[in-house]
C-alpha cells in the first residue's frame, strides 16, 4: 500500500475515533444534574417546612420537608425526561422480565443471601437490629428505656405508620432511586452511597442546629444507612422505592416509639449513629464476600453519553 493511502487510512481512523468519542460524550455533565437535584430538594424541603405550622399536620404524623427530593426529581425529569425515565425504570413493581437496558425488573438468580432475594429480606431486617442495638445501648448506659405508648399520640397507629411511610417513600425517589444510580455512574457502591448519605444528612438542616455531637451522630447515622441501602438495592431491578421506603419507615418507628432519638438528647443519637455504623460493617463484609457480579442495568442505560 503506498504511503500516501496508508496516511489517508491513518487520518480517517483517527477522525472516526474522535466522532465515536463525540458520540460517546454526555449531553449534560451528572454533577449539573445533582446539582440541580440538591438545590431544589434544599429550596423545596424549606419551603414545605416553613409551611407545615399552617397546615396543622403535626410533625409526628409526617414532615412537609420530606417532599423536597420528589419535588427535586420532578424538577430534574423536566430537564432531562429520557434520562430521569430511565433512572426510575426499577422504582416500582415490575410485572414481567424485560430485556435490553430500559427494563427495571431483575434477571433470574440466586435467591440466597448474595441475591437480590436475599438482599431485601436482609435490608428489612436492618432497622430492627438498629433499633435492638440502640435498645441494648440505652440499657447499658441509663439503665432505662424511654419507649413511647401509641396512645401518646392524638393520632392512631395505622395513619401514623402510612403517612410515615409516605414520608419516606417521597425522601427516598430522590435519594435513592434517583441520587444513588446518578453517583453509581462514576463511583462504586460503597462511596456512591457514602456520598448520598452525607448528602442526605446535611439536607436535614435543623439537626446542625443541635449540639455539634449530636450532628456528628446523626450524620453518622445517615451515612451508614445510606450505605446499607445502596448495598442492599445493588443489582435489584423492582420495587426499589418500595423497599428503601420500607426500611427508612421501620427507622423512623424505631425512633419514634421504641427509643427517643427524635428528641434533642445528644446519647440516643450518638447511639443510632453508633448501630448504624455496626450494621454498614456487616453489610460491606457481606458484600466484599460475596460480591455483585451482575452489572446493574439501570446504572448501565442511565451512565453519561446514554439519553
Given amino acids: 500500500m503506498p504511503e500516501q493511502t496508508k496516511a489517508r487510512v491513518r487520518v480517517r481512523a483517527r477522525a472516526g475515533a474522535h466522532e465515536q468519542g463525540r458520540r460517546r460524550a454526555p449531553r449534560t455533565p451528572w454533577a449539573a444534574e445533582a446539582g440541580v437535584f440538591l438545590a431544589v430538594a434544599f429550596v423545596a424541603a424549606g419551603m414545605c417546612g416553613a409551611l407545615q405550622p399552617a397546615t396543622g399536620i403535626p410533625p409526628e404524623v409526617v ?61 428489612l431486617l436492618t432497622p430492627v437490629l438498629i433499633t435492638a442495638l440502640c435498645v441494648c445501648g440505652g440499657l447499658l448506659t441509663s439503665g432505662s428505656l424511654p419507649v413511647t405508648s401509641p396512645r401518646a399520640f392524638a393520632h392512631p397507629l395505622a395513619l401514623v405508620v402510612a403517612a410515615q411511610f409516605l414520608g419516606a417513600c417521597a425522601e427516598e425517589i430522590g435519594w435513592r432511586c434517583h441520587l444513588q444510580p446518578l453517583l453509581r455512574t462514576r463511583f462504586g457502591p460503597v462511596t456512591a452511597s457514602a456520598l448520598v448519605g452525607v448528602l442526605w444528612g446535611l439536607w ?27 448495598l442492599a438495592l445493588e443489582g435489584v431491578r423492582s420495587n426499589r422505592l418500595l423497599l428503601a421506603g420500607g426500611f427508612h419507615t421501620l427507622i423512623n418507628l424505631g425512633m419514634l416509639y421504641v427509643t427517643d432519638e427524635t428528641t434533642a438528647a445528644t446519647e440516643p443519637m450518638l ?30 442505560a442511565t451512565a453519561p453519553g446514554t439519553r
Fill in 63 to 123: 414532615q412537609l420537608t420530606q417532599v423536597g427530593p420528589a419535588v427535586a426529581v420532578a424538577a430534574a425529569a423536566l430537564l432531562w425526561p429520557g434520562r430521569i425515565r430511565g433512572r426510575l425504570a426499577g422504582t416500582l413493581p415490575t410485572r414481567a422480565r424485560t430485556a435490553g437496558p430500559a427494563g427495571a425488573a431483575e434477571p433470574a438468580g440466586p435467591a440466597g443471601p448474595a441475591g437480590p432475594a436475599g438482599r431485601r429480606a436482609a435490608l
Fill in 204 to 230: 436535614h438542616v435543623p439537626v446542625f442546629a443541635q449540639e455539634p455531637a449530636y450532628a456528628a451522630g446523626f450524620l453518622l447515622a445517615t451515612t451508614a444507612m445510606s450505605v446499607i441501602l445502596g
Fill in 271 to 300: 447511639l443510632l449513629g453508633a448501630a448504624s455504623l455496626a450494621a454498614a460493617v456487616l453489610w460491606i463484609a457481606a458484600a466484599r464476600r460475596t460480591g455483585h457480579a451482575t452489572p446493574d442495568e439501570i446504572i448501565v
